[in-house]
């Protein structure tokens, strides 16, 4: 995985009524930890942080903070966002060496078409989005693709099945299934079974017989004068 440069700077602004000043003027609130010496504040410029992240799909990003003049390099541990605007309000920094083996999600990626979608019409699927992975920060994949196209009605694909990027171990359960085909559903319709009538073949009351055969008279139907 490619680190993405960033610049930070020493925060001193920590009281709420100080952090929010400091938001108005652009800058977002940060902190960076994982070291070993503590928690360290810091603040990183806020259109600069959205391009970085508008320009990556991974999910694990990785970032080569520029800070007090020195390259720290570190993971994107959470990002807090504001309920309404969505717009960020701070960012936890996990800095990571370049030996360390860190855990990462990675989402999972389909390639191609699978032939028992294109050929026989099934349904295709995607029962793991996303997978645990371990590596080096180099090493760390944004993603991982999987070629499907092999993939038959009622075949599975497990992780056994995919191949680990080089320097990248699964944490997932050998078997667990990350795509599989099923077979189109098919709609029967009812139908009424035999013998029976449908509304139409039933006669109605004045129709009725009695049970010597002649016809029921209508209640009230006397002579008319």
């Known amino acids: 995985m490619k680190a993405i440069e960033l610049a930070a700077n020493a925060r001193t602004a920590k009281k709420r009524n100080q952090v929010r000043a400091l938001r108005h003027t652009g800058r977002l609130p940060a902190v960076i930890y994982g070291s070993g010496e503590g928690t360290e504040q810091l603040e990183v410029d806020k259109k600069s942080f959205q391009r970085m992240m508008a320009s990556t799909t991974a999910t694990a990003v990785l970032v080569d903070l520029n800070f007090d003049g020195n390259s720290r390099l570190a993971l994107i541990q959470e990002v807090q966002h504001h309920p309404l605007s969505r717009q960020p309000l701070h960012v936890d920094f996990r800095e990571v060496r370049k030996d360390q ?15 028992g979608v294109k050929v026989s019409g ?6 793991m989005r996303q997978v645990h992975v371990s590596g080096t920060p180099a090493a760390l994949p944004e993603m991982i693709e999987v070629d499907i196209s092999e993939l038959d009605i009622g075949h599975t694909l497990h992780i056994s099945d ?13 078997g667990n299934p990350v795509f599989s085909v099923s077979r189109p559903r098919v709609e029967v319709e009812e139908t009424p079974a035999e013998g029976e009538e449908g509304a139409e073949g039933e006669e109605g009351a004045e129709g009725e017989e009695g049970a010597d055969g002649e016809a029921k008279p209508v209640e009230g139907g006397g002579d008319k004068k």
């Not at 860190?102 to 389909?110: D, E, L, S």
């Not at 995919?162 to 050998?174: D, H, K, R, S």
């Open 162 to 174: 995919i191949a680990a990027p080089e320097g990248v171990e699964f944490l997932e359960n050998a």
């Open 101 to 115: 083996q860190v855990h990462v999600t990675v989402p999972v990626i389909p390639l191609g078409e699978a032939i």
């Open 122 to 127: 099934g349904n295709l699927e995607h029962v």
